[in-house]
Structure formats: C-alpha cells, structure tokens
C-alpha cells in the first residue's frame, strides 16, 4: 500500500465514522475504497469491519445523554444482536468467495435504495409511533438478530434497518433510538470484528487507518451530524454505492 492509498483509506475512515453516528451506510465509503485499491473484496470487508470499531464506539460516546435510561433495552437487544453477528462473520468467512462476490453488489444495492427511502422511512415511522411498544416484543428481538447477521456479513446499512426496526415497534424519540442504534452497531462490529481478527485475514494497515479515520469521524459526526445537508450527503452515499456496485460487477 502506497502513501497516498493509506490516506485515501484514512479520509474514507473519517468520512465513513461520520455517517455512521448520524445515519448508517459509513462502510459505502471505506469499503469501495478498499476494493477499488485493489484490495480482496472478502478481505476488504474484515479490514473494513475490525477498522469500523473505534468509530462505532466514539459515535456511541457521542450520544451518551440520549442513551440515559436505556440500558435494561440495550442488554436486551445486545445479546441476539451479538449472537448474530457472530453467526454473520462465520457465514462470510466459511461460504465459497463467489457467494461474496454475488450477494455483496445485491446487499449495496438494497443498502443504497434504503438510504434514498429514509426519509420517507422515517415519516412513516412517526405515523406509526401512535402506537406505543415499550418493549418491541419477540419481532423486535428476531429483527435486531438478523439485522446482527447482516451486519456480520458486510453491514452497510445496518443502521438504517435497526432505525426502522425499533422506530415501527418502539414507542421512543428518534435521537434516542438513533442513540440505540450506534451502540448496536459497536456490539455487532465488535463481534464480527473479534472473530475476524481470531481466525481471518485481516490487513492491518488498512484496518489501523479506517480505525485512526473513523474514531475522528465518530466523535465529530455525534457533534454536528444534525448540522450536515442530509440530501447532499444521502446522495454522496449512493453515487459512491454505485462505485462500488460497478467495481465489484465489472471490475
């Protein structure tokens, strides 16, 4: 890796732990980085996941008022989103390379749709909370666990889904929830990251400047992410997933 390829992974990192404590999607960034490098698409995506962590965690840091009062939900959403995770990094190491290479495009596609639709996602999700779930039931625990899978797997967009998710069966403000949602996305990170890191090839380089790049992202993007024109930055999202889309495809 040259010089300027790891600063071009560094300022994907800062960008990516950005968008990944006010919206989701931060690995449409640093991933299509990666592979367009010339990076191993499989080996990208561990890299990308064990370098997310930091971010996940100063993103999460960065919500800690609207996170008060919330830890009895967060263990309890914690533990299938942990146990899928796991279940979605074992999926992505043990399936053939080729399932990556075929379900990867598909999942930045989904991912990209999922970022133009939010905001009418989340006004859906206002006219839902009419109806209070204080604790999302067994639907809720079933969806944090396959948003968990997903996550394991390649996770672009998980928090998009785990916004939707507890917007439609939680009766709770979106900041709090979006408060949940990053510390979510730190337990899922930070099991698939574990386990890639145990048993996967992980290139440490990449993975230290996605780290260094999202951690200054995360703390920053808590700060002022509600300041950021969400049309410009929804847009940047998926023009970078198309990117992505045609390297993987065409590449």
């Not at 672009?156 to 889904?161: D, E, I, P, Y």
Request: with cysteine; aromatic share 8%.
């Amino acid at each position: 890796m040259t010089p300027w390829e790891a600063v071009a992974i560094f300022v994907a990192g800062i960008g990516a732990g950005g968008i990944n404590a006010v919206v989701g999607s931060g690995s449409l960034i640093t991933f299509p980085t990666m592979v367009a490098l010339g990076m191993p698409p499989v080996v990208a995506n561990v890299s990308n996941t064990v370098g997310l962590v930091p971010g996940s965690l100063t993103g999460a840091f960065g919500y800690r008022v609207e996170l008060r009062g919330q830890l009895r939900r967060l263990v309890r959403l914690g533990i299938p989103a942990v146990v899928g995770a796991v279940a979605g990094g074992v999926l992505l190491l043990y399936l053939p390379p080729e399932t990556f290479d075929i379900v990867v495009p598909i999942l930045i596609g989904v991912a990209c749709v999922l970022v133009v639709i939010q905001p009418r996602l989340n006004k859906w999700l206002g006219a839902r909370r009419e109806h209070p779930h204080p604790h999302g039931g067994p639907w809720l625990l079933a969806g944090v666990f396959a948003c968990g899978i997903y996550g394991g797997y390649f996770g672009a967009a998980q928090g998009v889904l785990l916004i939707g998710l507890m917007g439609t069966l939680l009766d709770d403000g979106l900041q709090r929830l979006n408060a949940a949602k990053n510390v979510l996305a730190l337990l899922v990170n930070a099991a698939a990251a574990l386990l890639f890191i145990a048993i996967a090839e992980v290139d440490w380089l990449a993975a230290l400047m996605v780290a260094l790049g999202a951690a200054i992202g995360g703390f920053f993007g808590a700060k002022i992410g509600r300041r950021l024109p969400a049309p410009v930055l929804r847009w940047l999202i998926v023009c970078i997933g198309i990117v992505a889309i045609v390297k993987l495809v065409y590449g």
